[in-house]
């Protein structure tokens, strides 16, 4: 009996034990295979995710170049800007984070977590801008709160700065943060969200060589994603520095004498087509792109009725009115239809047809030749030169001349204007040439359009005698340390097909607009520079028969636009100029003393102070013709 029951036992224990061990080897066997699963399925991914809690990679954004001027003047540079992140895996728990943030920047808390929210698919190692270019109080609270703030960080970045608000704007143009349509296109490369690139003017024709290179840095951090060392740099490559043709000091007086109206005006040097100022009012402030706009600055800039985001010198079009008169005259010249003897005369209308067409002057020029005709701009005289060459003949000159066709300015979105001949209206509008309509084109009026830009290049041509010059806005680009890596050059469009004698004759004529004695802007003569141009004054509407009103008393919108071109030492150009304002009604009275400023800046020569009264405030009638 007892060797059965130790036989039971013995039995009883052996299966005890056994179920133990079999329980250890199962056991055993799970963590084995978790440890497998672990160390060589998940291996390398728990690797990463450890390296991350302890080493990370940080970019440094490269100091974007410098923008100088003609004469080595900065208008753009680079100012430090405190931006404050938020590493989503250090911040445990977000919301709470966000909470105690809000409160130091002074923000709701709302607008941050909707930041967050914009900000999904991106990596929760990565690090997300919540607000840029904090101020000094806020950056001092959150620096004293840091440790209450795990995975919030104040990065150091390089924001632009445009020096001279709204002068050149948009010459120089701005910049704003990449959108997802620009990443997605390959134009820019290594470029990442939250980066910033040209968008606007020299800011984006040069981007490539004003960017720089990116570069980086190996850091190792605590549990908190504080940086404890910094293990490994590379350091970020400048961009390139960009030296424009402009002229500061003649940029910043043609912005002050464009304030309170529209328009334009633009400078360049005759013999070689470098852009000395180009000005467009009104203007805007780049610097609200570079630091961020509120929805309100931005609505004021697209609500404004003057356009402020449209560069005028360049895309606005308008008709030339008779600063075209100089393309008329060439072509009559050239042609052999008038020549320096040949006198039309004037009763102050032409009789065309059942239609009369009226000189400005009512009371009339008398008997002109082709050099009074353009100092008085008589629209007469150049009726009947436009009724002898015909449309078709104007516009091969008009064309010649740069007219109707981009310049090929380096700023984009330029304006090609328009310069009408009788296939283009057939094919446009299916009705036949008038012969009436080329009248109103003769003195720059009817279909025509041209951009202040395309007239300072015509005037630059005359000026030079005949040579055309693309307009040229980059002088050079340099290295951070100053080694000059590109140096531009004139580049030569074409030339005006005109002899010397008709040349001389058209110059005669544009120096008595200034100087003689019944120029339409004898107002702006100087007693020791002269000057040589035209006046223009071009319709924005028809005016019907039974409109007895005065410029004056016509709806702001309805009047006149005022042009002035000029080039100035008369007998050696070394500046022309082209001024446009919209609704100014009188060339001569509102665009005329603009460019006259210019040349006056430009050659470092003032006003005498003994020029007489009356030609500083006689600008009688004969003074609002053209």
């Given at each position: ?136 109080d806020a950056l001092a609270s959150i620096e004293a709160h840091k ?103 003649l940029q910043k007086k043609a912005e002050s004498l464009l304030q ?367």
């Amino acid at each position: 009996m007892d060797k059965y029951l130790k036989t039971a036992d013995s039995e009883w224990y052996k299966q005890r034990i056994t179920g133990v061990m079999i329980c250890v080897l199962v056991a055993f066997s799970v963590l084995l295979v978790r440890l497998l699963y672990l160390q060589v399925v998940m291996g390398g991914e728990y690797l990463t995710l450890s390296l991350n809690n302890r080493i990370r990679l940080q970019s440094i954004d490269p100091p974007r170049g410098l923008i100088y001027d003609r004469n080595n003047r900065v208008l753009v540079e680079n100012r430090p800007s405190f931006d404050v992140t938020i590493t989503l895996k250090d911040a445990r728990p977000v919301e709470k984070t966000i909470t105690k943030l809000a409160s130091y920047l002074d923000l709701p808390s709302q607008e941050l977590m909707q930041k967050l929210s914009s900000s999904k698919g991106i990596s929760a190692y990565k690090p997300i801008q919540l607000q840029q270019d904090i101020g000094r109080d806020a950056l001092a609270s959150i620096e004293a709160h840091k440790y209450d703030l795990p995975g919030i960080a104040i990065n150091v970045k390089l924001l632009r700065h445009y020096l001279n608000i709204k002068d050149a704007a948009h010459l120089i143009g701005y910049l704003s943060e990449i959108n997802s349509t620009e990443l997605a296109g390959g134009k820019y490369p290594g470029r990442r969200r939250g980066d910033f690139i040209g968008k606007f003017g020299a800011e984006k024709t040069f981007e490539k060589y004003l960017q720089g290179t990116r570069g980086g840095r190996q850091v190792e951090v605590n549990a908190n994603g504080r940086v404890v060392r910094v293990l490994k740099t590379v350091a970020a490559k400048p961009g390139q520095n960009i030296h424009l043709t402009i002229d500061h000091i003649l940029q910043k007086k043609a912005e002050s004498l464009l304030q309170g109206v529209a328009g334009a005006a633009v400078a360049m040097d005759p013999g070689s087509g470098r852009i000395l100022a180009l000005a467009s009012s009104p203007s805007f402030d780049q610097n609200y792109f570079a630091s961020g706009m509120s929805h309100e600055q931005w609505d004021s800039l697209i609500s404004n009725p003057f356009r402020p985001m449209e560069n005028k010198a360049i895309q606005g079009e308008y008709p030339p009115g008779s600063t075209y008169k100089i393309i008329t005259a060439l072509a009559g010249l050239e042609e052999g239809v008038i020549d320096e003897a040949t006198e039309f005369f004037c009763p102050g209308y032409h009789r065309f047809g059942n239609r009369i067409y009226r000189c400005w002057k009512r009371g009339g020029h008398g008997k002109v030749n082709i050099v009074k005709a353009l100092a008085q701009s008589c629209d007469v005289y150049f009726y009947q030169v436009g009724q002898l060459l015909g449309v078709d003949r104007l516009a091969w000159y008009a064309k010649a001349g740069g007219l109707g066709s981009r310049t090929g300015i380096n700023l984009g979105k330029e304006g090609r204007g328009l310069i009408p001949t009788a296939a283009w209206k057939k094919k446009r509008t299916g009705v036949a040439w008038q012969r009436g309509e080329t009248l109103s084109v003769a003195i720059g009026q009817g279909f025509n359009l041209a951009t202040p830009l395309q007239m300072v290049d015509l005037t630059s041509a005359i000026a030079n005698g005949g040579t055309r010059y693309k307009p040229i806005i980059l002088e050079s680009i340099t290295t951070a340390d100053g080694r000059v890596v590109y140096q531009n050059e004139p580049q030569v469009m074409g030339k005006i097909p005109l002899s010397a004698p008709s040349l001389e004759l058209v110059k005669k004529g544009l120096w008595e607009v200034v100087n003689g004695e019944k120029g339409t802007a004898r107002s702006s003569r100087l007693a020791d520079i002269e000057i040589s141009g035209k006046t223009g004054t071009s319709q924005v509407i028809s005016r019907k028969k039974d409109d007895t009103r005065s410029e004056q008393e016509r709806p702001a919108h309805l009047r006149p636009h005022a042009w002035f071109i000029a080039f100035a030492p008369s007998a050696a150009p070394e500046i022309a100029v082209s001024v446009l304002v919209e609704h100014g009604e009188h060339g001569s009275s509102a665009a005329a003393p603009i460019a006259t400023e210019l040349i006056k800046t430009f050659l470092r020569v003032e006003r005498p102070a003994g020029l007489a009264a009356k030609d500083q405030d006689q600008v009688g009638e004969e003074d609002q013709g053209g």
